[in-house]
């Protein structure tokens, strides 16, 4: 015995003069398993929920701009590295150099000028360059610079 289900939802008709409704119906016949005469009709309506509908924005709140970092240093100050605290630091130790390497005394000895300062999640880093010395710019933690009133050479 074949059993006929039917289900039925309302469905909005409109003419070319209105605009589609915010919903949409699929109406499709369906064959029951085992391919018996009996057939039955399935209607879906799909409906926005009201949880995804779009919230209306505020009228009054304005948009908060995000508070600028505040620096111990500024760009173009010219400082040098403080060599214990170097000596002692990650920085030093994962770069595998042997003990009082020699190769990096300019860094001590010689000032460099800040190109650019970031907050990272470790701290508050500098770039800095050493002029007169033909190496790549190197991020260091800014608690380790000490900061120069004064140029002890010339630009180029």
Known sequence: MAT???????????TKLYPP?????????VLPPGGGGGRFRLSIK????????DPPPPATAAPKAPKKPVY???????VRVEKEKY????NYLSVGHPPYYKGLDYIYEDRGEV????IFETGEYALIA????????????????IKSDKLDY???
């Open 21 to 29: 409704p915010p919903t949409s119906t699929t109406t499709k016949v």
């Open 72 to 78: 111990s240093m500024k760009k173009g100050q010219i």
């Open 4 to 14: 006929a289900y039917s289900s039925s939802f309302s469905s909005f008709q409109y």
């Open 87 to 90: 000596l002692n630091s990650i």
């Open 130 to 145: 050493w002029i007169g010395v033909p190496t790549a710019p190197a991020w260091l933690p800014t608690d380790m610079l």
């Open 115 to 118: 190109l650019d300062i970031r």
């Open 154 to 156: 010339e630009r180029i």
């Open 46 to 53: 799909a409906v926005k929920s009201p949880e995804s509908a």
